[in-house]
């Protein structure tokens, strides 16, 4: 166990370590509840408004390649952080070159083959993030939004408001900003949603 942990901390291992604890850290955060699993997400999708970047193209195409922006980056990171400890660790171990500059140089092809297995091991939860956000998707669609109020709602009282689409009305659970009211029957717009609470922000339309 002792051998494991210098190796581990040594200066060709040391930051395939690092990463991993932090890995581990977050998701600690997450199940004592501290953090939620969208909270360290950054948004890697690149648009560009000028033609003919095609660095910028290919930079995407990298992206979705390895499956990042189809899945959370932090869920990916999970997966690659621990193979890339592994293999750093074994592979300097096994070579005598965990303290030594080619150590260090080893992490680079390692951190390379590493993206290739995070991509087999997390390509079975791409379709299941993609159910996932056409789920939530609803939830930022509707915001601009007329709807009817079909249970009065104000700041402190939760009512009840549907939204007109293509197929069945789409049933809100809506509270109203400050000073305002709506009674059933009347016409609001849809302003904001409130993920803490789960309910949407409205106003009564013609006091806009």
Wanted: net charge negative; glycine share 6%.
């Amino acid at each position: 166990m002792i051998e494991l942990l210098q190796a581990s901390f040594s200066s060709a291992n040391a930051f395939a370590s690092g990463l991993l604890i932090f890995v581990l850290i977050y998701w600690l955060t997450v199940i004592i509840g501290l953090l939620d699993l969208s909270s360290l997400d950054v948004d890697l999708d690149t648009d560009a408004d000028v033609d003919g970047l095609s660095s910028i193209a290919w930079f995407n195409s990298a992206l979705a390649f390895f499956n990042l922006g189809r899945i959370p980056l932090m869920f990916f990171l999970s997966f690659f952080a621990l193979p890339f400890w592994v293999m750093c660790v074994g592979v300097n171990s096994l070579l005598g070159t965990q303290d030594s500059w080619l150590g260090v140089l080893f992490m680079f092809p390692i951190a390379f083959f590493c993206l290739f297995i995070a991509k087999l091991l997390t390509w079975p939860f791409v379709k299941l993030f993609t159910i996932m956000e056409k789920e939530e998707a609803p939830k930022t669609t509707v915001i601009g939004q007329m709807c009817t109020i079909l249970l009065p709602a104000n700041a402190t009282q939760i009512g009840q408001a549907a939204v007109k689409t293509a197929g069945s009305p789409l049933l809100l659970n809506v509270k109203t900003t400050q000073g305002h009211l709506v009674q059933k029957g009347e016409t609001a717009l849809v302003i904001d949603y409130l993920p803490e609470n789960q309910l949407y922000l409205i106003e009564p339309y013609e006091s806009l």
